[in-house]
């Protein structure tokens, strides 16, 4: 039996890259924060924090870099990066690595799947693979002989399907890396533990009590929890291929108040009636059980679902291009449409509101992004699962804002709600949880002192 917090192991990466954009904030080897960091003198193309993390580095670094100078002064994408290291380090796909922990995770290269037979049907990621040969094939002419295509196929199709995205402090992407122990486990929209990183090396802990801590009783979430059933299906069949059917999938409850739409009838406050992912209408309020039969209410609710899919696309497109205005304004003008016809705990609404709080606080408008962050959480706390990053780091932002602005009451409320979960989700040692201990001292001595000052 383990507990929620307990470390079930420590895995560092069979591969890694660093994303292009953190090349200037983060070393390429240990991927953490570092004020000054050294360029390849070679190509040009990586940083490293210390000469140790250069040699760390050294050993498919140095096959790598004549590639990447051919390429200059264009970078290679993440994911090309990620295969030709992969390929630089594919005479040893047959050494078996082993995860630190309570968790007995030992695996090669070797033994990941492929996916050879679905990747070959699904033109998306032939035509992705096809992309991917040409690059590889230009800048290793003369420097490094490929493979035959069938192993550059399987070596693909392993790529793709084992892949975890690596996570900066807040959970924000910085990375991706091929961890060959942690790829055992098995999704659920629902998991009983949760990956978090320090640097590239990749920390699993329970969030829940798990009896029998063996791989085949561990379960993690490979996609975002934010997105309905249909969705979240279609993600995982999409990149994994296959269905889900946990319990959060077959919550047919969860899934009517994710399509929620505000009852008619203003006096119900609470209620909703809800939309399905086949566009069918529950028609009768869930809370004061009025009938809906206006047709045009029901087109119009249905389309706003529409137009916010189409605003978060748009929003994507404008964060691109480091446009946070655009997006404010863009989201704003999508809710001020919806607010009296999508219930708060929408899907689409949600997102939207997610999108605001993120400009705004890339605006400096902290009363807006108060506004729009707090309306978030309560769909947080229904959609994720206990113990989610997610929500910590949620409440987290929202307290330091209100910190930020002297609001310390409610500091101090979120700011200890975040400490709750994130010491089950990152523990002690992480440096995002020493910071929120920081974060929570400073709000304590700044109520001390404001009680001294009124007295």
């Known amino acids: 039996m383990v507990e929620p917090g307990t470390i079930l192991c420590v895995s560092e990466p069979f591969a890694h890259v660093l994303s292009n954009k953190e090349h200037d904030y983060r070393c390429e080897n240990c991927m953490k924060r570092a004020d000054e960091l050294k360029r390849c003198s070679a190509c040009a193309s990586v940083k490293y924090c210390s000469t140790k993390c250069q040699k760390s580095d050294w050993s498919i670094h140095k096959k790598e870099c004549p590639c990447l100078k051919r390429f200059q002064p264009k970078i290679p994408t993440d994911s090309t990066r990620l295969l030709l290291r992969l390929v630089i380090r594919f005479n040893n796909s047959s050494t078996v690595q082993e995860s630190k922990g309570v968790l007995a995770l030992r695996r090669s290269f070797n033994n990941l799947m492929s996916h050879e037979k679905e990747i070959t049907n699904d033109k998306n990621r032939c035509d992705q693979l096809s992309q991917h040969l040409f690059t590889l094939q230009k800048v290793t002419?003369?420097?490094?002989?490929l493979p035959s295509s069938r192993v550059l196929l399987q070596i693909f199709g392993k790529m793709t399907t084992n892949s975890f995205t690596i996570c900066g402090e807040e959970m924000q992407p910085i990375g991706v890396g091929i961890y060959l122990g942690p790829s055992l486990l098995d999704h659920r929209c629902t998991p009983n533990a949760v990956i978090t990183f320090q640097g590239k090396s990749l920390h699993l802990r329970a969030v829940a009590q798990i009896a029998?801590?063996?791989?085949?009783?561990?379960f993690i979430s490979y996609i975002d929890q934010l997105n309905s059933t249909a969705e979240r299906r279609r993600m995982l069949m999409e990149q994994y291929y296959f269905k889900c059917d946990c319990s959060w999938c077959q919550d047919k409850d969860l899934e009517?108040?994710?399509?929620?739409?505000?009852c008619p009838d203003k006096a119900c406050v609470e209620g909703f009636i809800s939309l399905t992912d086949d566009g069918a209408m529950l028609t009768s309020c869930f809370v004061c059980g009025q009938s809906v039969s206006?047709?045009?209410?029901?087109q119009t609710a249905f389309g706003l679902e529409e137009e916010c899919r189409g605003c978060l696309e748009e929003a994507k497109r404008a964060k691109q291009l480091n446009d946070p205005e655009r997006i404010l304004n863009m989201c704003e003008s999508c809710l001020n449409q919806n607010k009296d016809i999508l219930h708060p705990l929408n899907?689409?609404?949600?997102?939207?509101?997610?999108?605001?709080?993120?400009a705004s606080v890339d605006l400096q408008?902290?009363?807006?992004?108060?506004?729009?962050?707090?309306?978030?959480?309560?769909a947080y706390r229904k959609y994720y699962p206990p113990n989610s990053p997610n929500l910590g780091i949620q409440l987290l932002k929202l307290g330091k804002i209100h910190l930020y602005i002297h609001n310390l009451k409610e500091a101090l409320k979120l700011l200890q709600q975040a400490r709750d979960i994130l010491l089950v989700t990152h523990g002690r040692d992480h440096v995002l949880y020493s910071q929120l201990l920081e974060l929570l001292d400073q709000t304590q001595e700044e109520m001390r002192t404001e009680l001294e000052f009124d007295s």
Do not use: Q, R
């Open 347 to 358: 899907l689409s609404c949600v997102k939207i509101l997610d999108c605001s709080f993120d």
């Open 141 to 145: 002419a003369g420097v490094i002989d």
């Open 256 to 262: 009517i108040s994710m399509h929620a739409i505000k």
């Open 365 to 378: 408008l902290w009363d807006k992004a108060l506004m729009y962050g707090s309306e978030t959480l309560p």
């Open 294 to 298: 206006d047709h045009k209410f029901i």
């Open 212 to 218: 029998d801590p063996t791989p085949s009783n561990v």
